[in-house]
């Protein structure tokens, strides 16, 4: 398993996630580890500083991958990194 470390530059925090196999990118993550990580990257009620897991800036984005047919919510994100660097 691999660990990234996802960033926010606007509060200036860090979070690491432990990722799963993908398809794509470097690996996933479930809904639970992008609630906990948007918590502490942000945390902060009604702040729009970042989107998906709370990340701003640094090497990797988070976007959902799979959704719950039921209720519309991501299930799974996956983690990549645009400029295609790996840490
Ligand atoms: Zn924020």
New binding site residues.
Partial sequence: MKTVTLT?D??RTETRVRLKPSKWGEGEITWQQEARARKA????DG????GHA?V?GGLYVVEPDTWNWDDGTPQTFVVYAPQGGTA
Avoid: I, K, Q, Y
């Fill in positions: 926010n606007f509060h990257l942000c945390g902060v702040c729009t500083c970042a709370g701003r």
